[in-house]
């Protein structure tokens, strides 16, 4: 009986051992399970967060272009675009950004070629793109090549007809070319979309003006400026459209406007200083260009102006050191001579003339006829051969 009970307990621990061991290997395939959804979790989180700066970098770079912000929508918007590459809605907005921001202060013309740069970068990605196609009309119609705009603005359309980004360049290329009534019909439809609803109506404006019809160009650009209200272009356009009807006192609120979204705006403080002398306001025009020239130093255009305003108050000696500013920086900086503001040499040299400065005005003079050599050049300024007859040498008796 013994050996029976013997028998009956090692079989009974061998079936105890036997089911400990499934426990065992159940437990150890829950943990391993248990260790792969986490690990698969964390794995996953790890590439949703790898992605999401994506996403961010896009949806701030809208928030800041809404804000007026266009420095920072074109970083945002670089940065989107560098992490998908084949992102619509990122080459969109930084072409849009760059546009924009050419248009806010003297130094920006150069954000126009950056705008076509990029384009043509994102063309060449997924050429059989509408959308790629319209982004590059419209960078393309912004950099002054309306011929080549319209074409890829056509070859976007056909592929897609309801496209207003494309239909946008389209209008605005046949408006650079002087059909003013196409480029009106293409911005009245694009103007209907919700998406481009402000630059179609900013493009409505400028058919307007470009067919003489201010009024209707004003309203067209506030309704713009009430889509956005932070972009500065828009000021600028508002007060061009205001001064065409003799309205000045639109075009100093629109400036003002835009010194109060963009304090350190030379180019709005250039306008006030035109502004200021068209309304026979010296001081306050001496005291606005001198401002420019303090802000931008190197740009020539503000020194041209502030020369103007000495001239035109009789300050010649002023007026002929602020042109000779201006002339000194279109050699120095290797502007084209069929580009260059001849009144800096002109009315430096009258200046001199009045004060008897020959030395200054036969110099002025010479290297005047210099450029003038250019057969492209439309402006002359001539005197005898003898030279400036208040600097002629009187023959001796």
Request: aromatic share 10%.
């Amino acid at each position: 009986m013994r050996i029976h009970r013997d028998q009956s307990r090692l079989l009974f621990r061998r079936q105890r051992r036997r089911r400990s061991s499934g426990l065992s290997l159940a437990v150890m395939l829950g943990v391993i399970i248990g260790g792969l959804a986490v690990s698969w979790n964390w794995i996953g989180g790890r590439l949703n967060f790898a992605a999401q700066p994506i996403d961010d970098s896009l949806q701030q770079a809208q928030d800041a272009f809404a804000r007026g912000d266009l420095s920072n929508a074109v970083e945002l918007a670089q940065r989107a675009l560098e992490f998908n590459p084949n992102s619509d809605a990122a080459l969109t907005l930084l072409t849009k950004a760059l546009i924009y921001r050419s248009y806010s202060d003297y130094n920006r013309a150069v954000d126009r070629e950056s705008a076509l740069e990029w384009a043509a970068e994102g063309l060449a990605l997924a050429p059989n793109s509408p959308q790629r196609l319209a982004i590059y009309a419209y960078a393309l119609q912004s950099a002054g090549r309306p011929v080549e705009a319209a074409r890829t603005a056509e070859a976007a359309l056909k592929l897609d007809p309801q496209n207003p980004l494309a239909r946008l360049a389209m209008g605005m290329a046949y408006g650079s070319v002087g059909s003013f009534e196409i480029a009106l019909r293409e911005s009245q439809q694009v103007a209907q979309t919700a998406e481009w609803q402000l630059d179609g109506q900013r493009a409505m404006a400028l058919s307007y003006s470009d067919l003489g019809n201010y009024s209707s160009a004003i309203e067209s650009i506030e309704r713009a400026i009430g889509l956005n209200r932070y972009l500065v272009p828009l000021y600028f356009e508002r007060a061009l459209y205001a001064l065409q009807i003799g309205d000045a006192g639109s075009a100093t609120a629109a400036y003002y406007q835009v010194l109060t979204y963009d304090p350190s705006n030379v180019k709005a403080r250039l306008r006030l200083c035109e502004l200021s002398s068209l309304l026979r306001e010296r001081a306050a025009a001496v005291e606005y260009c001198k401002e420019v020239t303090l802000r931008a130093p190197s740009w020539p255009n503000g020194w041209y102006q502030l020369g103007m305003e000495y001239f035109l108050q009789g300050s010649f000696a002023s007026a002929q050191d602020a042109f000779h500013r201006c002339s000194s920086l279109q050699v120095m900086q290797n502007v084209p001579v069929s580009e260059r503001r001849f009144e800096c040499w002109y009315l430096q040299g009258q200046a001199a003339e009045i004060l008897g400065d020959c030395d200054n005005l036969i110099a002025t003079y010479n290297e005047f006829r210099a450029m003038a050599t250019d057969e492209t050049i439309a402006q002359r300024w001539t005197y005898p051969p003898e030279g400036p007859p208040t600097c002629a040498v009187t023959p001796a008796a």
